[in-house]
């Protein structure tokens, strides 16, 4: 899996949900998301792109230590 959105319906995404989706490159969050939780994006290497809702609150630990985050937009 390359991309991955979220309907607009959804209302939380799980903790580790894209853990270890090393092909994973652009993530879009629709909905009424408020947080993002541990290590979501724990070992997605090639992420480049995440679309975030402007109901978020909370960015928890997300990503996991030394991650180069210049990779992201």
Do not use: H, W
Not at 31 to 38: F, K, Y
């Amino acid at each position: 899996m390359q991309n991955f959105v979220f309907p607009e319906s959804t209302r939380r995404v799980g903790a580790c949900m894209f853990s270890g989706c090393e092909n994973l490159e652009s993530v879009v969050i629709n909905g009424p998301v408020e947080s993002i939780p541990i290590g979501i994006f724990v070992n997605c290497y090639n992420l480049k792109n995440i679309t975030f809702p402007n109901t978020i609150k909370n960015i928890d630990e997300c990503f996991e230590l030394g991650y180069d985050m210049s990779k992201l937009n």
